[in-house]
């Protein structure tokens, strides 16, 4: 059985660029959420997210293709966000993945694969640098969206408390500062690699001892 590795974080806390790096990484695929949110300016459709209509979502989900889904109430509206496995995509099988996600996106998954499928990556990096982060990245959109940005972090602070990451059983060891981006990518693979090889030594274990059963 494969592992499907999620990336999670606040606001600019760099989850783009570290999934974007993972990617490919023991060759592992992506899993791109869909969005019914307005593309930005630097994005590109089918790599950040499948951006589609409400009403193709809706399709989605009467097909029974949605594996888990959430909504925002923005300034400008509701945005939906969801996980789908378009055409069975995704093959546990024989293949190992990575997500990027909310929290609340990580539960979901957990409850629909099995926390033994799921692997939470918590990124974490102080107020001041998302803030500054986050600014910067604004301010090179056509039609800057400020009010929205200040609501992400307002519900980041809900979205990611620590009594909420608690009940998620997000531990320490599942927490990656990203003040330094080679380092915490060093330490996020570092855990993958672990993670890998644990599963093909537990799999090597099962052959044997079925064989000998056999």
């Known amino acids: 059985m494969g592992k499907i590795f999620c990336i999670m974080g606040k606001t600019a806390s760099g989850k783009d660029t570290i999934f974007q790096k993972l990617v490919g990484y023991h060759d592992l695929k992506p899993i791109v959420l869909f969005t019914t949110r307005p593309k930005r300016e630097q994005?590109?459709?089918?790599?950040?997210?499948?951006?589609?209509?409400?009403?193709?979502?809706?399709?989605?989900?009467?097909?029974?293709?949605?594996?888990?889904?959430?909504?925002?109430?923005?300034?400008?509206?509701?945005?939906?966000?969801?996980?789908?496995?378009?055409?069975?995509?995704?093959?546990?099988?024989?293949?190992?993945y990575i997500i990027l996600n909310t929290l609340e996106g990580y539960q979901s998954l957990v409850r629909y694969y099995g926390e033994d499928v799921v692997v939470p990556i918590y990124l974490w990096i102080d107020l001041s640098s998302r803030l500054e982060r986050a600014l910067f990245r604004e301010d090179q959109q056509v039609q800057p969206n400020y009010k929205e940005l200040c609501r992400r972090f307002i519900c980041d602070?809900?979205?990611?408390?620590?009594?909420?990451?608690?009940?998620?059983?997000?531990?320490?060891?599942?927490?990656?500062?990203?003040?330094?981006?080679?380092?915490?990518?060093?330490?996020?693979?570092?855990?993958?690699?672990?993670?890998?090889?644990?599963?093909?030594?537990?799999?090597?274990?099962k052959k044997l001892e079925q064989k000998s059963q056999g």
């Open 43 to 96: 994005e590109i459709n089918g790599r950040e997210y499948h951006f589609i209509p409400l009403e193709q979502l809706s399709a989605l989900e009467q097909e029974g293709k949605v594996i888990e889904k959430r909504v925002y109430h923005t300034v400008k509206g509701d945005w939906y966000y969801a996980t789908i496995d378009e055409e069975n995509a995704i093959d546990l099988e024989h293949n190992n």
């Open 157 to 205: 602070e809900q979205d990611f408390s620590e009594e909420k990451l608690y009940q998620a059983s997000i531990l320490e060891e599942d927490c990656y500062p990203n003040d330094d981006l080679e380092l915490c990518l060093f330490k996020i693979k570092r855990k993958i690699d672990t993670v890998l090889e644990d599963t093909k030594r537990q799999e090597k274990v």
